[in-house]
């Protein structure tokens, strides 16, 4: 008896996503911007594009565009023996192992790393939510900035707000919150209808 040849694993073809033609319109305008230089003013108007969007299809986009965030993610982490880059809202460089599910370690060249619990970020995600729309920031331990975000997790939960640092351009990533400054300030809020971080299995 022969045996029949095994079978080979077949190229799925990616399942067609069907969006309005407003939604395709604002998505090609979308495209060319994304070809301009990167800057805070065009991070903005993305996401003017992105909530302007009728509901069904801004669902989709962002799921579309974590998808590939972690897509991204992923591939970086592989190529750096699990180090992923990130930027401060600044716009400054950082090093870090770990994600917001997991917890994060923060690396530095010449001093310890800082670790975060995924148990320090969600209790950071749940004080940005329930401000119920923009906050001071307030990434400073001294002084700490008065009603900031900042101020309500080192009292609250005696966690520096340096941690705020870190934490907030990983859950941007995310699209859970968005970071913007005004002046001189900077400012965090939630992003509506995102999905939530949970806090860690305790057994």
Known sequence: MIDAPLSQPRFQRPVPVSLSLETKLKLDALATMLQQPTSAVLERAILTYITSLPEADRVLVQSLATRARQSLSLHSESGNGGMRI??????????????????????????????????????????????????????????????????????????????????????????????????????????????????????
């Open 86 to 203: 990130s930027e401060t809202v600044s716009g400054k460089e950082f090093r870090y192992r770990g994600s917001i599910e997991e917890g994060v370690e923060i690396l530095f060249e010449s001093s310890q790393p800082l670790r975060i619990t995924s148990e320090s970020i969600h209790r950071i995600k749940e004080e940005i939510d329930s401000r119920k729309g923009r906050a001071f920031m307030g990434a400073i331990y001294s002084p700490l900035m008065p009603n900031s975000i900042g101020e309500a997790i080192q009292k609250k939960h005696r966690l520096t707000p340096i941690n705020l640092s870190y934490v907030v351009p990983l859950l941007s990533e995310r699209n859970l919150v968005r970071a913007f400054k005004e002046g001189r300030n900077w400012y965090v809020e939630a992003v509506q209808n995102a999905p939530g971080t949970h806090p860690p299995n305790r057994r």
